[in-house]
């Protein structure tokens, strides 16, 4: 084989190894939604400066996660980190034109806009495509947003709250038309927003499809006659059981703890 092969193949060599490095730089690890997938990749710079709008809800991937000190420096700079999501990302709320190079010196490798359609559930995503006009919701709003900001941006859009528990439980259920719920869910303080349906006991299913009536039925029905009278039952988490729509007309006695997804998911 020739000299001038080789050389070839060694130029070929380091350009392809080169190629790999520089996609393995760049390209990071999707971040997965209920609604879709986000590929991530280098953009900090370039989503800074086309960034107009604010105050506005964005996605923000880090090569690892923020230490307090840099946290502290991304809300003074205008960038405040609000709620977890995988992949060493953040929902966070940009309240003035981002500066990268303080995004990029906490560890900031990719940004994007939240599009309204990751905030949506299935069901409104179908019904925004009917000829209903009017829709009943349930919408969650980030930690940021305190109650009267929610309920005053809901009647500028002539929406009426149905249940308010943005202050105990962050979200409400209420009615509002179609074009304006869309306005409602490009909000920026709105987390996530799904049809609403009513509250009912869990187990109203769960008596049939484990017999559970053959426990309470009255023994001449062939049941054993048991309704849970002078029977108290403990649980315990990281909250308390008044939070949970099964649970909470029926505590004793709880822990004053306050509301937590996990906590009411195991209560």
């Known amino acids: 084989m020739s000299k001038r092969i080789l050389r070839y193949l060694f130029i070929i060599f380091l350009f392809g ?7 393995q730089a760049i390209v990071h690890k999707p971040v997965l939604l209920k609604q879709g997938t986000i590929k991530t990749y280098n953009n900090v710079s370039e989503w800074a400066a086309r960034q107009s709008k604010y105050p506005t809800q964005v996605f923000v991937q880090f090569a690892k996660l923020p230490s307090a000190s840099q946290k502290e420096s991304l809300a003074q700079s205008g960038t405040e ?19 990268a190079q303080v995004l990029q010196s906490a560890g900031a490798i990719f940004v994007t806009d939240v599009n309204p359609g990751w905030k949506q559930g299935p069901a409104l995503q179908e ?17 940021v947003v305190d109650e009267p900001e929610a309920i005053a941006f809901i009647n500028s859009l002539g929406g009426r709250i149905i249940a308010n528990r943005i202050q105990s439980m962050g979200y409400c259920n209420l009615a509002i038309s179609k074009k304006d719920a ?25 008596k049939t499809m484990y017999r ?3 426990a309470s039925a009255p023994p001449a029905s062939g049941g054993y ?9 403990g649980v315990g988490d990281n909250t308390s059981g008044i939070f949970h729509v099964d649970l909470m007309d029926r505590i004793v006695n709880f822990n004053a703890m306050g509301y937590t997804n996990h906590g009411v998911h195991i209560n």
Do not use: H
């Not at 190894?17 to 996609?23: N, P």
């Not at 019904?127 to 930690?143: G, I, R």
């Not at 006659?225 to 039952?233: D, N, S």
């Open 17 to 23: 190894s080169g190629s790999f490095a520089y996609g």
């Open 81 to 99: 980190l609000v709620q977890y999501i995988p992949e060493n990302t953040w929902v966070a709320i940009v309240s003035k034109k981002a500066d």
């Open 127 to 143: 019904q925004l495509n009917t000829a209903q006009e009017m829709l009943e919701l349930s919408v969650s709003f980030l930690p």
């Open 182 to 206: 869309r306005i409602l869910i490009d909000w920026y303080g709105v987390s996530y927003a799904d049809v609403y349906t009513p509250d009912a006991p869990l187990n109203l299913d769960t």
């Open 212 to 214: 559970g009536k053959i």
């Open 225 to 233: 006659g048991l309704t849970g009278k002078g029977v108290t039952i």
